[in-house]
């Protein structure tokens, strides 16, 4: 028997093959087009850690997801790279003498890309919505009590007391203004219509895989245009942003640790910035469920006992920079002696632990497969055994995380938070009602610390802030490790700037490369 | 044959109710702190119990069930917690990625699988030598491994395919083309590989029978006799493969999806459990079983009209 047709199917295939390829190098393919034409400033691919939930701005969310609502919304104020706030949709804005009312200036010559002008009556819209739409950032408005349209440039905010972030928030997710009319369509979560630089093409958009963003030809800042169009990627699995970064498919993508080695090799330009410490979070101040952490002489052990650069290096792949205070570079409360408070030294910690008077106990932490490090548990568990503290891994669903944490269902957990200002970190991790407090510890310091930073001038703030940071360092409130690096790389056509206290660039900070 | 396709289309039902029920009870035991997820971890407790409510978390167990079970059968999977969409819609979105990549890898394992097996148990000698061992070879390789392979040569240093995306066939056919070609490549080899398997030794088997013997004794034509009468008595083990390997491909194409970041139904799964999104996961499941319990209807109808033996069991 003869098998001709054998041959000739292989050959079908291999001309289909062949066929296939060519359509792809031909350049229909949008991949090699994008990362070509970022040379000429016509389109920027940035590939995403994340994908959007909802284009409706009450659901706007910080840190990854910040770069899609940009493109399509201006906000009332802009955060400049280094955090400086520079005016947007709000030309100008000031306080009452006590900071509980907010009066902006909004510009008069703004249009939403509806047609729908932009007044004082749209941004209250928003701003009403914002927070009773049960978003994720929802309680950063949660002291307004009232917005006013005074005329149709004025807007007054009047808040239940002072809120030192509150013109931080208005520069993201808070101050994100969508136009009234396409609110009340109601197809704002898929449809977003803002007075943005940019505006969705739908046509070009493909949901979970590609969102292309096309210039607004009416923008009223065409500054902030720099590229014809911008394109964002979600790509969710780090090996596969790194293959897209690598082959060009993406101008920008932020990777890992493990993954930064094989991107630097590849004639990428890096970017190396801090936005999360990580550590022990020791929740049970009190004592409560285990009373030997209520001696602050056994959480000071603790923090003596990590060998925070063996962590970094095995678990961060030494990308990072080791600390002992939960507040962030860049902000008023960083103090630079509180980076080496606590050194590794177990000596120490166990001499620490003999003054406290007590002997060998164990705490249940929590862990989560896939996402705690195997070498950040092991490490852990023997630097603190090495002192006599017995870790009892319990496993937890990723799910159910931070639930268990901030129900107090631990006395102690390893975790990464995100370092904001310090009012924010305060009311994330500090103060009795803060989210990471869930014991709702606090003593008459904290109290009167807090207060000063809510109530003080700029001033005083500035000094409770180093005076918190320096109390909580010193009460051993938590056990830091270190601050990682987010590690972001653009190809030789682009370039950016990383934005302070956010995990990605904002869309403003992408340039093509001179 | 309407008889024997309704029992089928009966049974089915029962798989697609007992399937999905199991599911939904044994989703409640898992993660419970979805209100929390969805409002971030700066919600208040007051948000979070509202949140809670607002989905119907307060609800007891049985009576959440019925209310799905209601809204399923009246073609309503409701929306995601997540993203507010209706679930059915991002289902939709995401069916056509993941079939075109699944389904044209059976057509190409079909296919290739056919030929290969047919020359090999025909010719036996060195080509029967040699598909055994590069079956076994490619079998053993994990997909993952060989997308990663087929990535780091195709997509990065020869960069002739993208390394991640989905293009939709009505924006750009070859981008879609171009889009879809490593996944594909990347199942089809172990798919290819173990079906020409079976198809070998089917074609071998049924070389062997007696009435393949009485052919050749009334000197029928060797061509003839592979093409009218060996070939159809060796397609049923052949087509049961496959639908087998299409129904591990609906699960297996989840890692697939992930290493090429395609928005498909595979990645939708992975994404609704982690975030322990029930209705999507829900949706996605009783998807799922619908394909199952199709192509195990058209598998057997396809064999019993290949084999008539096959009508009557």
Redesign the interface.
């Known amino acids: 028997?003869k098998?001709r047709?054998?041959a000739t199917?292989?050959a079908i295939?291999t001309a289909s093959?062949l066929a296939?390829?060519g359509?792809?190098?031909?350049g229909?393919?949008?991949?090699?087009t994008s990362s070509e034409a970022s040379a000429s400033g016509g389109t920027l691919t940035i590939g995403a850690l994340a994908d959007i939930?909802?284009f409706d701005p009450a659901q706007a969310?910080i840190g990854h997801y910040v770069q899609y609502y940009q493109p399509v919304y201006d906000s009332l104020l802009r955060r400049e790279a280094d955090g400086t706030l520079v005016p947007m949709l709000a030309t100008k804005w000031a306080y009452n003498d006590d900071n509980t009312v907010l009066t902006l200036t909004l510009r008069d010559d703004v249009t939403f890309t509806d047609g729908t002008p932009l007044d004082a009556a749209a941004v209250k819209t928003n701003l009403d919505r914002f927070p009773t739409g049960?978003?994720?950032?929802?309680?950063?408005l949660?002291q307004v009590a009232e917005v006013v349209v005074e005329d149709p440039t004025t807007v007054v905010i009047t808040l239940n007391a002072p809120d030192p972030a509150l013109l931080d928030y208005l520069g993201t997710a808070a101050g994100f203004i969508a136009s009234p009319t396409a609110i009340e369509g109601g197809a704002i979560?898929?449809d977003p219509i803002g007075s943005g630089p940019y505006t969705l093409d739908k046509?070009?958009t493909?949901?979970?895989?590609?969102y292309t963003f096309v210039k607004n030809p009416d923008y009223w800042d065409p500054s902030l245009q720099v590229y014809d169009t911008i394109v964002l990627?979600?790509?969710?699995?780090t090996?596969?942003?790194l293959?897209?970064i690598?082959?060009?498919?993406v101008n920008a993508a932020l990777l890992t640790p493990k993954t930064q080695a094989q991107a630097a090799a590849a004639n990428l330009t890096e970017y190396q910035y801090p936005t999360d410490w990580q550590g022990l979070l020791i929740f049970d101040r009190d004592g409560a469920m285990v009373p030997e952490l209520a001696d602050v002489k056994v959480r000071q052990a603790i923090n003596y006992a990590i060998d925070k650069d063996t962590l970094l290096a095995q678990v961060g792949k030494g990308l990072g920079t080791v600390t002992s205070q939960p507040f962030g570079e860049g902000t008023d409360a960083f103090e630079k002696d509180l980076e080496s408070a606590y050194p590794y030294d177990p000596a120490k910690a166990k001499k620490l632990m003999k003054e406290a008077g007590v002997g060998e106990f164990s705490v249940t932490m929590p862990t989560v497969s896939g996402f705690f490090d195997p070498a950040l548990t092991a490490g852990i568990g023997q630097n603190l055994a090495d002192i006599g503290i017995t870790v009892n891994w319990e496993n937890v669903?990723?799910?159910?995380l931070?639930?268990?944490m901030?129900q107090g269902k631990y006395a102690m957990s390893w975790f990464s938070l995100f370092q904001g200002s310090p009012w924010v970190a305060a009311?994330?991790i500090i103060t009795p009602n803060a989210?990471?407090n869930p014991f709702h510890t606090t003593d008459p310091k904290v109290d009167e610390l807090v207060k000063q930073i809510q109530f003080g001038s700029e001033e005083e703030q500035t000094t409770a802030a180093k005076s918190l940071n320096e109390y909580v360092v010193d009460q051993a409130w938590f056990a830091p490790f270190y601050r990682p690096s987010q590690v972001l790389f653009t190809d030789a056509k682009t370039t950016t700037e990383p934005q302070l206290q956010q995990a990605v660039p904002s869309i403003y900070s992408y340039a093509p490369a001179k | 044959m309407v008889s024997f396709i309704f029992r089928r289309l009966v049974s089915g039902v029962v798989v697609l109710f007992v399937v999905s029920t199991l599911t939904f009870f044994l989703l409640y035991f898992s993660a419970t702190s979805v209100a929390r997820n969805i409002l971030g971890e700066s919600a208040t407790q007051a948000q979070v119990q509202l949140k809670e409510t607002e989905l119907g978390l307060d609800q007891p167990l049985v009576s959440r069930y019925l209310s799905w079970l209601g809204g399923v059968v009246q073609g309503d999977f409701g929306v995601s917690w997540f993203t507010s969409q209706p679930v059915v819609g991002s289902i939709l979105g995401r069916l056509p990625t993941t079939l075109s990549i699944v389904l044209a890898t059976i057509v190409i394992a079909a296919v290739l699988a056919t030929l290969l097996g047919v020359a090999a148990a025909v010719r036996r000698g060195w080509i029967d030598r040699l598909l055994q061992i590069v079956s076994i070879g490619a079998s053993a390789v994990p997909q993952f491994v060989v997308a990663i392979v087929l990535v780091t040569v195709l997509a990065i240093q020869l960069r002739i395919f993208p390394a991640t995306g989905y293009v939709p066939m009505n924006q750009d056919f070859g981008g879609w083309l171009a889009s879809i070609a490593l996944p594909i490549l990347a199942l089809a080899i172990g798919a290819v590989a173990s079906t020409a398997q079976q198809v070998r030794s089917a074609v071998i088997n049924v070389l062997s029978r007696d009435y393949v013997r009485t052919l050749r004794s009334r000197g029928l034509a060797p061509r003839e006799i592979l093409f009218r009468h060996v070939l159809r008595g060796a397609a049923p083990a052949g087509l049961t493969v496959l639908s087998l390997q299409f129904i591990g491909m609906l699960g297996g194409v989840v890692v697939i999806e992930q290493i090429f970041a395609l928005p498909g139904m595979g990645f939708l799964a992975l994404q609704s459990t982690t975030q322990g999104d029930m209705p999507v996961l829900m949706g996605v499941v009783v998807y799922i079983v619908i394909i199952v319990v199709i192509v195990n209807l058209l598998v057997d109808l396809a064999v019993g009209w290949l084999n008539p033996k096959a009508r009557v069991s």
């Open positions: 028997m098998f047709s054998v199917a292989v295939l093959a296939l390829s359509c792809a190098s031909s229909t393919g949008p991949e090699p939930k909802s969310h049960n978003g994720p950032q929802a309680s950063t949660a979560a898929t046509t070009a493909v949901a979970a895989s590609q990627k979600p790509i969710l699995d090996t596969a942003m293959n897209a690598v082959s060009g498919q669903a990723g799910t159910d931070v639930s268990s901030v009311n994330q989210t990471y």
